[in-house]
């Protein structure tokens, strides 16, 4: 059974600054993996969409990376702003599963002026 | 395209009462899923559906239930609610997997909060 995990559960950073959040699964047989961000009281947005055949994927300030071998994925948000503040969910589609997803439980990440 | 849609925004019920969440997609996706979120957690997957007529379990379906008669509308029916069904519940959709690109992106609703007492 997949298990997704985050660390750190919570993270404050000063604005500007460069950060990594860490998702691991625990097994290696996915077909992509996803990275989501939740504001309080609403759903999820998409952010990243990495292929298991990928190695990262980019959008704007933000770059998501993968590797399947060490189950873990990355996400880094370059120059971080308030407004980045919200909840990071990362989440594994395994293979044959009808694309459901399998998440973590998410990192709180606030950007402090 | 509206997106993702689902009703109630909030509900309470008492215990033993049933009700159904709302779940509507326009954007011609084939899958549609059920998650709960509870506090401090990630999500986990009630039921889905790889087009109308078909559902299967997900994670945690107990006490839950689903039918799909068309593309767009996805219910979730709980019948005797209990305390332990007390949530958020997302509603998500997405086009069936194994096409290039992003096209597994699932796309969620707003969420329903429901409260059981």
């Known amino acids: 059974k997949q298990e997704v995990t985050q660390i750190p559960a919570a993270l404050s950073v000063p604005e500007g600054e460069n950060l990594v959040l860490n998702c691991s699964f625990t097994?290696?047989?996915?077909?992509?993996l996803q990275w989501f961000r939740q504001d309080p009281g609403k759903g999820l947005t998409s952010l990243l969409l990495?292929?298991?055949?990928?190695r990262e994927q980019t959008s704007g300030r933000l770059n998501a990376s993968l590797d399947k071998s060490s189950g873990r994925s990355t996400l880094y948000i370059a120059a971080s702003q308030p407004g980045d503040s919200a909840t990071y969910l990362c989440?594994?589609?395994?293979?044959?599963?009808?694309?459901?997803?399998?998440f973590g439980t998410g990192t709180r990440l606030q950007v402090t002026l | 395209n509206a997106g993702v849609t689902q009703t109630p925004k909030f509900r309470i019920l008492k215990i033993g009462q049933s009700m159904t969440l709302q779940c509507a997609q326009d954007?011609?996706?084939?899958?549609m899923y059920w998650y709960r979120q509870d506090p401090g957690m990630g999500l986990k997957l009630i039921y889905y559906?790889?087009?109308?007529?078909?559902?299967d379990k997900g994670e945690v379906p107990n006490g839950y239930n689903v039918s799909r008669s068309t593309t767009e509308d996805f219910p979730l029916r709980l019948e005797l609610a209990a305390p332990s069904q007390t949530s958020v519940y997302f509603c998500?959709?997405?086009?069936?997997?194994?096409?290039?690109?992003?096209?597994?992106?699932?796309?969620f609703g707003p969420g329903t909060r429901l409260t059981v007492l």
């Open positions: 998500a959709s997405s086009y069936s997997p194994g096409l290039a690109g992003d096209t597994d992106t699932q796309y």
């Open positions: 097994d290696s047989a996915i077909y992509n």
């Open positions: 990495i292929q298991s055949s990928q």
């Open positions: 989440a594994a589609v395994n293979t044959g599963t009808a694309s459901k997803l399998t």
């Open positions: 954007m011609n996706h084939n899958y």
């Open positions: 559906s790889v087009g109308a007529g078909i559902t």
